[in-house]
């Protein structure tokens, strides 16, 4: 199991003064292992803690869970 933490940051839009963009990236990763497959899966949720409408709070969460199976 792992967990990051990764700061997004845009510092400027095209013909927006003053305008930037923070948000922070949440993601862990679990591998699940039993009999013939094998899964690991990812959890990443955004919270946005500044954009240039003022808006901020959490994202959308996804979960993204692929299946490998051994077979010879």
Known sequence: MNVQ????????YHL???ADNDAML???AVTLNS???KSTG???????T???GGKTGVGDLALFDPLVFNKS
């Open 5 to 12: 933490i990764q700061n997004l940051y845009s510092g400027s």
């Open 16 to 18: 927006l003064d003053d």
């Open 26 to 28: 949440l993601r862990s």
């Open 35 to 37: 009999g013939d497959f």
């Open 42 to 48: 990812w959890l990443p949720l955004s919270f946005i």
């Open 50 to 52: 500044d954009t240039p």
